[in-house]
């Protein structure tokens, strides 16, 4: 119980320490950001769906190592001239074999501007979606309920968190108490290693588990904690070495 209580004092700690702007400057969030920024201040032509457009380009790109993943979302918006809507809806993509990112071809991103034409041809906001309806509706992935959906649950938790520091708060009906743990191999590692889960699967479950302890940290904002379990290796390491 004692150790427990240490985690959740560790989490809350890193947490409030790197949710700072300052720790994603280079990062896959920085290319919605650099859209909401401009829709906020109502530049002209810039909307919402530049927004969220931005966001699951950057969210579908953003794994591996994050100097190319921020590369490659900038060959991705260097393709769009910076005008995502406009550039979806026009409705003529960059569509090859050739890789735009790892193993992400042009030919899917060409699919997902695709898929979000027609979504916006009818709809407004992708706020409406559930998870494993923007899986299948968006990315074109079969449905899969015991996924952990990582770039969902990032996309989301970028677009609903609203606390104005690094996310963008944009969508309004889903609270971000109801928000699951984007769960990656690096979050899953740093969660078995803190005893928060003993699951060796990264799936929904172990999402969902771990979500759950970080209510104990953070009631109605449980993915605050994502910051501190992204960052804690990195803390730990700077602590002990503070210690010495």
């Known amino acids: 119980m004692q150790k427990r209580q240490q985690v959740i004092d560790n989490i809350r700690k890193i947490a409030k320490e790197y949710n700072n702007p300052e720790h994603f400057v280079e990062d896959p969030i920085a290319f919605p950001r650099h859209f909401y920024d401009l829709y906020k201040n109502g530049e002209k032509g810039i909307t919402l769906k530049d927004v969220e457009i931005a966001a699951v380009i950057a969210a579908h790109l953003a794994w591996g190592r994050r100097n190319m993943i921020v590369?490659?979302?900038g060959r991705a918006m260097d393709e769009m001239q910076w005008k995502p809507l406009e550039y979806v809806m026009r409705g003529k993509y960059r569509n090859g074999p050739e890789s735009l990112h790892r193993t992400v071809r042009w030919s899917e991103?060409?699919?997902i501007c695709a898929n979000l034409k027609e979504f916006y041809t009818h709809n407004d906001s992708l706020e409406c979606l559930s998870p494993q309806q923007m899986r299948v509706q968006i990315f074109s992935?079969?449905?899969d309920k015991?996924?952990?959906n990582k770039k969902i649950h990032m996309l989301r938790r970028w677009m609903?968190?609203?606390?104005g520091i690094v996310d963008l708060g944009v969508w309004k009906s889903i609270s971000p108490k109801d928000l699951i743990i984007p769960l990656d191999v690096h979050v899953h590692q740093t969660a078995l290693a803190l005893g928060i889960t003993e699951r060796n699967g990264t799936d929904i479950k172990t999402a969902l588990e771990i979500t759950e302890f970080l209510k104990e940290c953070f009631p109605e904002d449980p993915c605050l904690g994502d910051f501190a379990l992204f960052a804690y290796p990195v803390a730990e390491q700077k602590k002990r070495k503070n210690d010495k």
């Not at 609903?160 to 606390?163: K, Q």
């Open 71 to 73: 590369r490659d979302i």
């Open 146 to 148: 015991n996924c952990a």
């Open 160 to 163: 609903v968190r609203n606390d």
């Open 109 to 111: 991103f060409a699919m």
């Open 141 to 143: 992935q079969k449905e």
